[in-house]
């Protein structure tokens, strides 16, 4: 044996001289170094009895492995979250499922990269990243011809509706309910606590809650008409404030009339149910979207019903996010149904947005994003006094990115950031987006939304819940009342 390479390499010698014998089978070290101390054959088995005791313990490991997460749980829910890599199963506990799902998202590599991507048999369409922040892709030709034609005619059977009604009720009940005195009030409206209102706090509050988009100008004429900034500084201070009625902002609206121009959202829409027995470009678009965003079927099977929006000419839609922000009492309006807490705030949680072009506008009508791949997100700075990026009716050309509308093309984009273990994080609010206003012509388009839960512990419940479900019920499950439900769901800013 001294002729092997094996024993001219247990003979090495370490640098400081010693000899380190290289481990080998007992039996060759038996035959090999019968003179060396260690060859003696108690060494031998006590050697054997520590290589049994190790491959006993990795078979005992083996074992625990398997049966600690890789069983099946019968209950479980064909519909729990199910990632691209493993499924949920409730834990042994009961109650909690187990989070071991991670939502796949689509790598932007860099703005202007392309990828190729195939949705269809046959066909390779190209992706190009339009920004980061949010992460934001367009697709031409996501549609045909023909599926955009289909889309319109099946939402114009349907019938479109007003997107939003011209006057909100309910708001001087609760008012007067509260009882508030007119510090109070002030004190609600007054954002950055400076003792003084400022233009962009009114404009805020009248958008958000009477969906009226006063402009900067608007307001001060409101002032002059009402007498109301005496010192004329464009402030309102708590002594101006307490002169005023409390509804006298909207009084003097009502008196002077509100145009559909003035709304925050002036377009008419639709919804088309995408489940079986849909019309089948319906159903194939729902699958593309499927292949497009790698998300569990179940998810976007789950989802809302497509959107078809029609804007006249002079429509517009003022930027907004199409998902609300992430805090723990907001419940998302798509698991309401398993959730079994009361919660006063509600919202649409919708991950991805897919925006479809059914047509190709004449002029104007582009989606803006204020705010995209901006180097930082100021809330405060996009109502200046004289620039307000939120509008769209005016400043869609100061927006740091606009998609034209194209017939057929698909813009997609994640609300939510990622929580970094493969779930829905917090919502990213560069997702700012609006319909610029329509100049030539009118525009078509679609929304699908994704609808995933922040809280995996809801979205898990509401799965296994539907599931349950007969087939038929479950089908309109995710949206039982759409039309009412998911209309005034947007975060208006
Ligand atoms: C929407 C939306 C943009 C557009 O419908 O939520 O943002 O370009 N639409 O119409
Ligand atoms: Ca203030
Ligand atoms: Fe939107």
Request: proline share 5%.
């Given at each position: 044996?001294t002729?092997?390479?094996?024993a001219a390499r247990a003979e090495d010698t370490t640098p400081s001289g010693s000899s380190t014998p290289r481990p ?9 170094c019968?003179k060396s101390g260690v ?455």
């Amino acid at each position: 044996m001294t002729g092997s390479p094996d024993a001219a390499r247990a003979e090495d010698t370490t640098p400081s001289g010693s000899s380190t014998p290289r481990p080998r089978p007992p039996c060759e070290r038996l035959s090999g170094c019968q003179k060396s101390g260690v060859c003696s054959r108690s060494y031998f088995w006590v050697v054997m009895v520590f290589f049994h005791l190790y491959i006993f313990n990795v078979i005992a490991l083996l074992f625990y492995v398997h049966y600690s997460s890789g069983q099946e749980d019968p209950n479980r829910s064909r519909d729990a979250p199910s990632g691209g890599r493993a499924d949920s199963t409730r834990s042994p506990s009961g109650g909690e499922f187990l989070r071991d799902v991670s939502l796949t998202r689509v790598d932007g590599i860099r703005v202007g990269h392309v990828q190729k991507v195939s949705l269809v048999p046959g066909k390779v369409h190209e992706m190009r990243t339009l920004s980061l922040k949010p992460l934001l892709f367009e697709i031409p030709g996501f549609l045909s011809d023909d599926e955009c034609r289909v889309v319109m005619q099946l939402a114009q059977l349907k019938g479109l509706m007003e997107s939003q009604l011209m006057v909100q009720d309910g708001q001087e009940e609760l008012a007067k309910e509260l009882n508030l005195s007119p510090e109070e009030i002030f004190n609600l409206l007054d954002i950055n606590q400076d003792g003084q209102l400022q233009l962009r706090e009114i404009l805020t509050h009248s958008r958000v809650r009477d969906g009226i988009w006063l402009t900067p100008e608007n307001l001060r004429e409101i002032y002059a008409g009402l007498k109301a900034d005496k010192n004329n500084d464009g402030l309102l201070s708590l002594k101006e404030f307490r002169l005023l009625s409390s509804d006298a902002f909207q009084h003097f609206l009502l008196q002077r009339g509100v145009k559909r121009s003035q709304l925050v959202r002036n377009s008419r829409h639709t919804w088309l149910y995408q489940g079986q027995g849909a019309h089948q470009v319906l159903q194939d678009i729902k699958e593309r979207v499927t292949r497009l965003t790698h998300l569990p079927p179940t998810l976007v099977d789950l989802s809302e019903p497509l959107q078809v929006v029609h804007y006249e000419e002079g429509g517009h839609y003022h930027a907004h996010r199409d998902s609300g922000p992430v805090y723990p009492e907001t419940a998302c309006t798509h698991t309401l149904l398993a959730a079994n807490t009361s919660t006063p705030f509600e919202t649409s949680c919708r991950y991805i947005t897919v925006l479809f072009y059914l047509n190709t506008v004449e002029g104007g009508g582009e989606t803006a994003f204020p705010v995209a791949d901006n180097r930082t997100y100021d809330e405060m700075s996009l109502i200046q006094n004289d620039v307000d990026l939120l509008d769209t009716r005016r400043n869609c050309d100061k927006s740091n990115l606009r998609v034209r509308p194209t017939k057929g093309t698909a813009v997609f984009w994640y609300n939510y950031l990622s929580d970094g273990k493969g779930w829905v994080g917090e919502q990213d609010e560069y997702s700012l987006h609006g319909g610029c206003v329509v100049t030539h012509g009118t525009k078509w388009v679609a929304n699908k939304w994704i609808n995933v839960d922040p809280d995996y512990q809801r979205q898990a419940r509401y799965q296994q819940l539907v599931s349950q479900l007969p087939q038929d019920e479950s089908d309109e499950a995710p949206a039982p009342n759409a039309d009412t439900q998911h209309s005034s769901v947007h975060q208006e800013l």
